[in-house]
């Protein structure tokens, strides 16, 4: 069967890119390859996608998911390796199946960045994590660190803040650059030290998290702060490796045409985290996903 389209990645992106093609009648499908609701749903609360002022990232995932299955969205469950162009359709060819579509929407979005210190890979899971929301729990009433400066490291932190001993805020620049309503809610925490213009030099213990050693940006002077949890946020890394065809950024980040988001294979367009641009957040994907999925309509059917 050729589909009129193919969504890789059940994120914001590609659930919104679902609810608009369902709207036009393609035929399409879904490919997610672990859990529908993306990176999104690792977080405590949504509080600047208009309309729903606070929010779980699960919660508003789950009503995306159920107003893309109300209008009949098929979801497979497959990790999609390759996408080649055989002209008049593309191949997608995952772990599971192979898939041929007239057109497909890129939305794998991202993953979090690794500081590629010593003690970051030995302690992921035993007190180095990227998921506050997952791993926040475990670290009641104890020390930890936070490591980065802008809305999702700080968010995190307020979410952190609000369960542990203390949170070490650490930033490598002289300010943090997080929404200043984000940034007041964490000044006025009473539990939090600020460590700005500080970087992460290693992350230490033995069985599990003892301490981290930070090192002052301008004296390089060393400090080493105990704490039981260090908690990463210093940005994402698309998860775009596997796409060999197309035209990516420095980073990794798909570039595409800004007016239609077709990238450098005709009839593949790419929306949400994993496209190039300024501004990585659930209204950006899900603006992106409704364009991308306008413009594939557009190359499946002309303007119908
Ligand atoms: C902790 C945290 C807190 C955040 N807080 C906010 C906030 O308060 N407000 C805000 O607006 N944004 C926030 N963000 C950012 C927001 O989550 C992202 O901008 C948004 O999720 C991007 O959506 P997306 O659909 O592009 O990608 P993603 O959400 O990354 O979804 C991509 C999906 O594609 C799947 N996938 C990847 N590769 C493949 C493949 N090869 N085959 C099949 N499927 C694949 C993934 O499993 C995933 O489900 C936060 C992010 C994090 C991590």
């Known amino acids: 069967m050729i589909y009129d389209l193919v969504i890789i990645g059940g994120g914001p992106a590609g659930l919104s890119a679902a609810i608009y093609g369902l ?6 499908i879904l490919i997610e390859k672990m859990a529908v609701g993306g990176q999104i ?4 609360n949504i509080e600047n996608y208009p309309g729903f002022p606070s929010l779980s990232g699960i919660e508003l995932m789950q009503k995306f998911e159920e107003h893309a299955k109300g209008l009949g969205l098929n979801i497979i469950y497959d990790e999609i390796k390759d996408i080649t162009d055989a002209g008049e359709y593309k191949i997608i060819r995952g772990v599971d199946g192979t898939y041929q579509a007239k057109t497909a929407i890129i939305t794998v979005g991202a993953s979090p960045k690794r500081l590629n ?4 890979k030995e302690f992921t899971g035993r ?36 369960i542990v001993k203390s949170t070490v805020l650490i930033h490598r620049r002289k ?10 809610r964490l000044h006025n925490a009473e539990n939090v030290i600020l460590k700005l213009e500080h970087i992460p030099v290693s992350i230490n213990g033995i069985k599990t998290v003892e301490s981290v050693t930070i090192e002052n940006v301008k004296t390089k002077e060393r400090t080493t702060v105990p704490v039981k949890g260090v ?7 698309p998860q775009t490796s596997f796409l060999k065809n197309l035209e990516k950024d420095e980073n990794g980040f798909i570039k595409t045409d800004h007016y239609t988001l077709m990238t450098s294979m ?20 899900v603006g992106e996903g409704a364009l ?10 002309g303007v119908c």
Do not use: M, W
Request: with cysteine.
């Open 175 to 184: 300010e943090l650059r997080a929404e200043k309503i984000i940034q007041e």
């Open 117 to 120: 210190i010593p003690g970051e």
């Open 231 to 237: 908690f990463i946020f210093i940005g994402i890394i």
């Open 127 to 162: 007190g180095v994590s990227y998921c506050a929301t997952c791993d926040g729990p475990f670290f009641k009433d104890e020390d930890i660190a936070v490591i980065g400066g802008g809305d999702t490291a700080v968010k995190e932190a307020n979410y952190l803040t609000k």
């Open 292 to 301: 991308a999925a306008t413009s594939a309509i557009e190359f499946v059917c």
């Open 23 to 28: 709207r036009a009648r393609l035929n399409l």
């Open 41 to 44: 749903a690792l977080s405590d």
């Open 266 to 285: 005709p009839g593949v367009f790419c929306a949400g985290d994993a496209h190039s641009k300024k501004l990585l957040q659930v209204a950006t994907a």
